[in-house]
Structure formats: structure tokens, C-alpha cells
């Protein structure tokens, strides 16, 4: 995800971009951060490098956020725009930019947490991660690239996508709880799949579009398959 804060006060970019650092690791959201001083620096770098979402600031020296958005949308109509702004004032004109969001300062953390939580909808895939202790260092783990992982012998073995596979030592109550994401199913005690890489549930097994079987607990095949179903579904009706 790309993220531009544009506002002429280089301490509340700075305290915003804190901020923002903060929220995206708790949510395990990858993005890089890019600031700018005026609206025109902007969109200047905008023209050429899309934007994901923008935090603008409204009321800017020799500068109005609303023009900045409307220059914005000339060439981009995708991009999440949040207003930051001292007042309400100009919601009208944010409605007709077709603004995301609007943060009143001083924002709270509450605010932010709100927030992220529409963002995070609109990025359900991409951009979400889990880094995971391994012998040696840390691994990153995408979301996407996970096909399903396992519990075994006091170890935890992830099955990515590219074939290989990570091991790790945690509970698997652990390693599972940070899996914040409709897209993964518990189907027993040890082992969790990726319903994005799977073609089909059968009653008692999810087949992964790969051929590998993966059994169910007979006491959650109900619950597999609302939830397979319900996967089916949000992915049809999304954009």
C-alpha cells in the first residue's frame, strides 16, 4: 500500500506519519509512507506514482486541500481520500472529490483505529502480512502466499504457495490468532487453511486448487462450509 500525508506543518506530517507507522504494524498492513509539503509537490509525484491513500490536509499555506483533490481526481478516481481538517466546514466539498474520511484535529487514536478498520476492507488481500520467528532471523509472510499451516511434533509447518515451507516453534493458538483475516478457517486443532487457494469443500475435506486434501473436524463441517460459502460470495461481489 502507498500512503501520501500532505501538510505544511513538517511537525504534524511527522506525528501523523508516527502515527500511521504504529496502526499499520498492529494491523500487520504493508505500506511505505511518502510526505509532502504543498499540495502541488503532490501531485506532482502522484501523476507518475499512484497513490493507495492520501491523508490531506485542508487548510494549507497559499493552499486549499479541496483544489488539491480536485486536481487529484482529474487523473485518479480510485485512490482512498481522507481529509484532515480543523472543522467540518467543508464536507459538502469533500462529498463532490468523493472523500473517504474526514479526521478532525486533534485526532485521537480512537479516530485512527476507526479508521483503519473501513480501510483494512478495502485492502483485504495485498498488503496484509505475519512475520514469523524462525531459526535464524525472521520470515515475512504475505497472506496471499499462504496455502494452509499445520501443527506438528511442538512445531508449527507453513505451506506457502511457491512450494516451500517455513517452520516455526509457538503455540498454535498463537500463530493462529494472528491470522486477522476472513480468508483463513480453523479446521481443527492443528490446522488452519487459506480459503483463497481453495477449489472446493466436500463435506469433510477442503480440496486446495493444487489436489492436496485437507481433512475438517466432523463437529466444524457446518461451519466450513457457511464459511467457504460466504468467502465465494464477498469475492464475487467485490470490485
Known sequence: MRIAIVDDIASERETLKNRLNIRLARLSLDATISDFDSGTDFL???EKERFDLVFLDIYMKNENGVDTARALRFFDTDCLLVFITASTDHALDGFRVRAFHY???PCTDAD???LFDEIVKHFPSKDRYIDVNVTGGTVRLRFQEILYAEHYQHQIYIYRTDGR???TRQTFREFAANL???RFFLCSRGLIINL???GDFDGTDF???NGKRLPVSRDLSKAAR???GDFLFERRIQP
Do not use: P, Q, R, Y
Open 44 to 46: 506532482s509525484v502522484a
Open 103 to 105: 479526521l478532525v484535529k
Open 112 to 114: 485512527l483505529a476507526a
Open 165 to 167: 515451507k517455513v517452520v
Open 180 to 182: 486477522t483475516d476472513g
Open 196 to 198: 483463497e487457494h481453495t
Open 207 to 209: 480440496v486446495l486448487k
Open 226 to 228: 457457511l464459511a467457504f
